[in-house]
């Protein structure tokens, strides 16, 4: 039998490990896929891809989209894509890109943009428009009208080699040509 005291003993046990668990677990976040959580103040920056512990009122905390995000830049008429034998192309092609997940780029690209604009699409065709269109420009001024149908990997491989691996804490994930057809003479 337990007595008086004992029973007093696994009461205040009992009540001091609610008062410490308790308010711990509304400091425990957890981070889904395809997300990084950013927690900044007290103790610096850190980045996590799992789950990580903030403490209110000393740290903020901020999720960053990490997901791939699809930018279609689109060329046509007057604007279409050159080909090496002079013929332009009306074309749309699609860039995915994502964030690198690793600490260094998640935080880069958190400063750069701030965690709410990582997965604002008009933010990043701001950040990249001019850069992926003069990389299609470049890398169809390579090829011949016809090359560009039949191949297509090709183009990529020109795309992404002349964009490179330095985007600020992106990745470059695929190039895909959604539309492509010849201009009309009327639009030359």
Avoid at 41 to 60: C, S, T
Wanted: net charge neutral; hydrophobic share 45%.
């Amino acid at each position: 039998m337990l007595t008086g005291t004992q029973i007093l003993w696994i009461v205040l046990a009992i009540i001091l490990i609610t008062i410490i668990i308790f308010p711990l677990m509304f400091c425990i976040r957890k981070i889904q896929p395809g997300r990084a959580g950013i927690k900044t103040g007290f103790g610096g920056l850190h980045v996590a891809f799992d789950w990580m512990i903030r403490l209110p009122f000393l740290q903020n905390y901020h999720i960053v989209d990490i997901s791939v995000k699809k930018l279609e830049i689109t060329r046509k008429g007057k604007d279409g894509l050159v080909c090496r034998d002079n013929i332009r192309a009306d074309i749309t092609v699609a860039f995915y890109i994502r964030v690198d997940a690793t600490s260094e780029s998640v935080k880069k690209v958190a400063q750069m943009l701030t965690p709410e604009r990582v997965s604002d699409i008009n933010q990043l065709r701001e950040l990249f428009e001019a850069k992926f269109s003069e990389a299609l420009k470049t890398a169809g001024k390579q090829m011949e009208f016809h090359e560009l149908f039949t191949e297509r990997l090709r183009f990529r491989d020109e795309i992404q080699t002349t964009i490179g691996k330095d985007l600020d804490g992106f990745l470059l994930q695929d190039v895909a040509i959604d539309y492509l057809e010849q201009t009309p003479l009327d639009q030359h």
